[in-house]
């Protein structure tokens, strides 16, 4: 029931609020008499899709159907419950693309709803699923000393985790494999690297490496979302003596450069694309499409 207050005083105003409140909850009570109430079930299945970019900042969720359900609202918000951020979206959106931070491990929750006498009725929360993003930065220092071949690496700190899983490859394109897991802390952003697939690590190889984040639920590892098969946060090649490592980023866009010459394809960061005139450069979103216009990847950066 809609009413204006016009009284002067507190007293009066706080009467007039309530006798209004009164009548709505009335009014409110005889809608909710003639709907049928539902019951609707947690949201199944809500779960990680992909990353939309390897900058780790936006993503995609997804829920199954829940039955009987009008729409459906997502609350995301840091592992702390902080930075809150609710999104209703329509009954037959079963996904959405989501915006977070790159460095907090997020958490989300969906729960359906449906409208009784203009209200939103909500079911239960479905269960959490966490939102890991991957490390950006790779620093690291190679300790080597004679044959005893040691490379020291660090990466930027992903807040909310439980710690994170070193992956080594000589082929980011290919196989990686597992090297190491790190203290079940997200402040263990260190490693030290000896040994790949059961060797000694050699000098003149290059090796690509990737971090995943790792997060616990009730002190067990979760599955978490893995990045896209050639993406990796940097590599190294290793040398007898102790000394600055020559450590290669990952190209933070994600850009391929391509020789309209030789139609030969690279990296950004490869030494070609540092040679080649601005004429003869090509710009490619991903190694599909540079393969697709008819370019070979560099056999240098191997990209
Ligand atoms: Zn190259």
């Known amino acids: 029931m809609a009413g204006t207050v016009t009284g002067k005083s507190a007293g009066t105003v706080t009467t007039a609020v309530k006798a209004a409140e009164t009548a709505d909850y009335e009014t409110a009570s005889k809608a909710v008499s003639i709907t049928v109430n539902k019951t609707l079930k947690k949201p199944g299945n809500c779960h990680f899709i992909k990353w939309n970019s390897s900058k780790y900042t936006s993503c995609r969720i997804g829920w199954n159907k829940t039955e009987g359900a009008e729409g459906y609202e997502t609350l995301l918000s840091w592992t702390d419950g902080s930075h809150a951020n609710r999104t209703i979206v329509k009954s037959n959106v079963r996904c959405r693309d989501c915006t977070v931070h790159p460095q907090h491990v997020s958490q989300m929750m969906v729960r359906a709803f449906y409208m009784s006498g203009g209200q939103r009725k909500f ?121 600055s490592a020559n450590v290669v980023n990952r190209d933070p866009k994600g850009e391929y450069i391509g020789n309209r010459n030789s139609k030969i394809f690279h990296h950004s960061w490869c030494a070609s694309v540092r040679k080649m005139s601005d004429s003869n450069k090509v710009r490619f979103e991903s190694r599909n499409d540079a393969i697709k216009g008819g370019y070979r990847p560099c056999k240098n950066c191997n990209p």
Do not use: D, H
């Open 123 to 243: 079911g239960p929360w479905s269960n959490v699923e966490y939102i890991t993003p991957s490390p950006t930065r790779l620093t690291a220092k190679n300790a080597s000393s004679g044959t005893n071949l040691k490379m020291n690496i660090s990466w930027n700190i992903i807040y909310g985790c439980n710690g994170y899983n070193v992956f080594l490859t000589t082929n980011p394109n290919g196989t990686w494999y597992w090297n190491q897991s790190t203290a079940v802390k997200a402040t263990a952003t260190s490693a030290v690297i000896t040994r790949f697939r059961g060797s000694a690590i050699r000098k003149n190889t290059r090796y690509y490496v990737r971090i995943v984040t790792r997060r616990q639920r009730n002190g067990v590892f979760c599955t978490v979302p893995m990045p896209a098969s050639n993406t990796y946060i940097g590599s190294f090649i290793i040398s007898g003596k102790s000394e």
